[in-house]
């Protein structure tokens, strides 16, 4: 069966640090696009942070540049979101998705994204 699954997630105060992890299941494919997304309550689901696991290529949103690091597991189907320097807006559950890299057309586009998790949740107190 396809899908996703992180781990991860937890509770720290502002500046704290946490390291998400996602993997890939099912059939194993030749390169990946793999993503992290988050939904505050009441708001939208956002991009985080995009990795290609092709050739490594990332992309973040405005608000973690600098404080968030996507990488790629040693294995093609795996990959962590270390988030360093937490605040509170970072608050949310955060979803791991991942997609065959052809069908990829690169950005926060959520419909290229055919594998999504459950949903780990990220809480950070002041």
């Known amino acids: 069966q396809v899908g996703v699954v992180e781990s991860g997630g937890g509770s720290v105060q502002t500046g704290g640090a946490l390291r998400l992890s996602c993997a890939a299941s099912?059939?194993?494919?030749?390169?990946?696009?793999m993503g992290w997304f988050r939904q505050a309550p009441g708001k939208e689901r956002e991009g985080v942070a995009i990795?290609?696991?092709?050739?490594?290529?990332?992309y973040y949103t405005d608000s973690v540049q600098g404080r968030f690091a996507i990488s790629q597991g040693n294995a093609k189907n795996t990959n962590y979101l270390q988030m360093n320097s937490l605040n509170p807006e970072d608050t949310a559950m955060y979803y791991c998705?991942?997609?065959?890299?052809?069908?990829?057309?690169?950005?926060?586009?959520?419909?290229?994204?055919?594998?999504w998790g459950q949903g780990t949740q990220v809480t950070v107190s002041s």
């Open positions: 099912g059939y194993i494919y030749s390169a990946y696009c």
């Open positions: 990795i290609y696991t092709g050739d490594g290529t990332t």
């Open positions: 998705a991942a997609a065959p890299l052809t069908y990829c057309s690169g950005g926060f586009s959520e419909t290229d994204f055919s594998m």
